[in-house]
């Protein structure tokens, strides 16, 4: 059974930084895509950053481009999502998933990011 445990939010100021991290279990973590997603109040979910299995190759939403960086640690099961001079509208829930979950519709509980003086 798939589980995403997202975690490391909190309230920061505009420039300021957070490291996102979601523990994952019950697929197989290395070979599989891991996504961060995130979801505005009002707003869409949308796609910020993804990493394929090992980690080769990653792809970032333009407007977090230079900003985000995601990465992971397949001997813990952990993606990270390391997050620079925050805006204001970064603020949002942040999710993390991947393909197999995505299709049976499970989401994590999320982790809240705030970014405000």
């Known amino acids: 059974q798939v589980q995403l445990v997202e975690s490391g939010g909190g309230l920061v100021q505009p420039g300021g930084s957070l490291r996102l991290s979601c523990a994952a279990s019950?697929?197989?973590?290395?070979?599989?895509?891991m996504y961060w997603y995130r979801q505005a109040p009002g707003k869409e979910r949308e796609l910020v950053a993804a990493i394929l299995g090992h980690g080769g190759i990653t792809n970032y939403e333009d407007s977090v481009k230079g900003r985000f960086t995601i990465s992971r640690d397949n001997t813990n099961n952990t993606v990270f999502l390391q997050m620079n001079s925050l805006r204001p509208e970064d603020t949002a829930v942040y999710y993390c998933?991947?393909?197999?979950?995505?299709?049976?519709?499970?989401w994590g509980q999320g982790t809240q990011v705030t970014v405000s003086s």
């Open positions: 019950g697929f197989t973590f290395s070979t599989s895509a």
């Open positions: 998933n991947t393909p197999s979950a995505i299709v049976r519709r499970y």
